[in-house]
């Protein structure tokens, strides 16, 4: 066993530094190497402290092991991190832990945890497992949160968790889920998590509660965005730019669910642009202030039945492919049919439903404009917004800012742009179509604007933009064209 040993003091002996680096070979296999590369393996515990390590074979932790901030873990291919004891990978925003391939173009075997008593992952970038980059299996419950897992297999998969939470992640660039919950889990919450162009949001498989997290490119053959075969809360969350075969955003596999104040706008599937419900809609677990806009693809809504379905209300269709539903039989027919009005004096349908352009102020968190027909129109059973009025329809209440903003302007399908290289370093190319870019914008992932570039005057169709003073991180370039189009990408900076 490799263990570091944590009982001397720098009052007690003046050479700490050289000894420190003593204590840190006794966790090597070939004390001959460098302090540059600190090979690892086997059974490990006590601390790794803020250097490289190079793990060349499985390491397991039986009893405990502490890893500090800017600690990086370079894996051989297919070696693995099992943990059976107490793991503490706690970095900070300022200085990640890094577990990541070491080689270019090679795959480790991820972070397995198993059996374990305390396990907390925090602040961590965690990239390139050919399985999960982190897999939960009996018995474990650990803390997962401030953390991102990008380009794994897939991101996170839960064999078995009860009563857990995911927060403050980011799921990017992962071939399969950013997240899988078996059936086997339960009482699982994940909120304020960010799922960008990954190979399927969500697949959840057993109750959870999804909060305030974002949806953005993702893609799968069902639910580009999430899919759902259990009873599932969803709340204030935005979709946008996903895409399927069945559900641009959200797959229902004949389960309930609850669907409140959200925005899905601008997702593609060929059945269902931003949900397919394979059976019938739930009169139990209602739809309510939410958002559908611009989306394509048979309907927002596509639903095999719509049998019992009275809690489709207090929502905003709008601009979607092929109207906003598409429903096989039988149905509920008032849906639709502009019968009553609202209490801001809309023309709704008989559960309140209203069919106007939701007119959003950002189209990158698509906030509503001060003359959006969803202030004040959403469920007024919800919890009132901050200002104390009744719920907005969509994920973000309405903020005045004295401004008034015209009809937003259509998506353009986001594979007409591409940028390369993605991963760049100091500068990336976005190639355009046959179109002239007005604007262009780069946020962060928190939608904070960080660059913006007005009245591009162009007729090549590349742009090459300069992140030399950005700090590395994921952000999102939006172009904007002259026509009215608009498109986003997600872009990760590397320095």
């Not at 739930?282 to 394509?296: K, L, M």
């Not at 001060?370 to 129109?377: L, V």
Request: glycine share 8%.
């Amino acid at each position: 066993m490799h263990s570091v040993d944590k009982s001397l003091r720098s009052d007690i002996h003046p050479h700490l530094p050289l000894i420190l680096f003593l204590i840190i070979l006794v966790l090597t296999v070939d004390q001959t190497r460098t302090f540059a590369q600190i090979y690892i393996s086997g059974e490990i515990e006590g601390t790794l402290v803020d250097t490289t390590y190079i793990v060349e074979d499985d390491v397991v932790i039986n009893r405990s092991l502490t890893i500090e901030p800017g600690a990086c873990l370079q894996f051989m291919a297919g070696v693995q991190f099992d943990v059976n004891g107490a793991l503490h990978a706690m970095g900070t925003e300022e200085d990640s832990i890094y577990f990541k391939s070491l080689n270019e173009g090679e795959h480790w075997g991820g972070i397995d945890i198993n059996d374990t008593y305390f396990a907390d992952i925090a602040w961590c970038d965690i990239s390139g497992s050919s399985s999960a980059g982190i897999l939960v299996t009996i018995f474990a419950d650990p803390n997962i949160h401030n953390s991102s897992i990008h380009h794994n297999d897939v991101g996170v998969y839960y064999g078995t968790a009860w009563e857990n939470e995911i927060y403050e992640c980011s799921f990017i660039g992962n071939s399969d889920r950013g997240v899988f919950m078996s059936d086997d889990t339960g009482g699982v919450t994940i909120r304020d998590c960010q799922f960008l162009e990954n190979g399927g949001g969500l697949q959840l498989e057993a109750p959870t509660e999804v909060r305030n997290c974002t949806f953005i490119g993702n893609h799968a053959e069902n639910g580009g965005a999430i899919f759902i075969n259990s009873f599932v809360t969803i709340d204030r969350c935005l979709f946008a730019n996903n895409s399927a075969t069945n559900g641009g955003a959200i797959y229902r596999n004949s389960t309930p669910e609850l669907i409140t104040n959200c925005t899905i706008v601008n997702n593609e599937a060929v059945r269902g642009g931003a949900i397919y419900v394979s059976s019938s809609l739930s009169n139990n677990y209602p739809i309510t202030s939410t958002i559908f806009a611009f989306n394509r693809g048979n309907g927002a809504i596509y639903v095999g039945s719509f049998h019992n379905s009275d809690l489709l209300e207090y929502c905003c269709f709008f601009g979607n492919e092929g109207g906003a539903f598409y429903v096989q039989a039988p149905w509920e027919h008032r849906f639709g049919i502009l019968s009553t009005t609202n209490a801001n004096g809309d023309s709704c349908d008989f559960k309140q439903n209203i069919y106007l352009n939701p007119r959003f102020q950002n189209l990158i968190e698509y906030t509503l404009s001060q003359n959006s027909p969803c202030i004040d129109a959403g469920d007024p059973d919800l919890p009132s917004d901050l200002d104390g009025s009744i719920s907005d329809i969509g994920v973000y209440p309405y903020v005045d800012n004295g401004e008034v903003y015209p009809d937003p302007p259509p998506a353009l399908p986001q594979e007409e742009v591409s940028i390369y290289p993605n991963p760049c370093n100091n500068s990336a190319v976005i190639q355009l179509p046959q179109l002239r870019a007005k604007v262009v914008k780069l946020f962060d992932l928190a939608g904070r604007e960080i660059v913006s570039a007005f009245n591009w005057n162009l007729q090549q169709k590349e742009i090459t933009l300069d992140f030399s003073g950005t700090s590395s991180g994921h952000y999102i370039v939006a172009v904007h064209f002259e026509n009215g189009l608009n498109t986003t990408k997600q872009v990760v900076v590397i320095h």
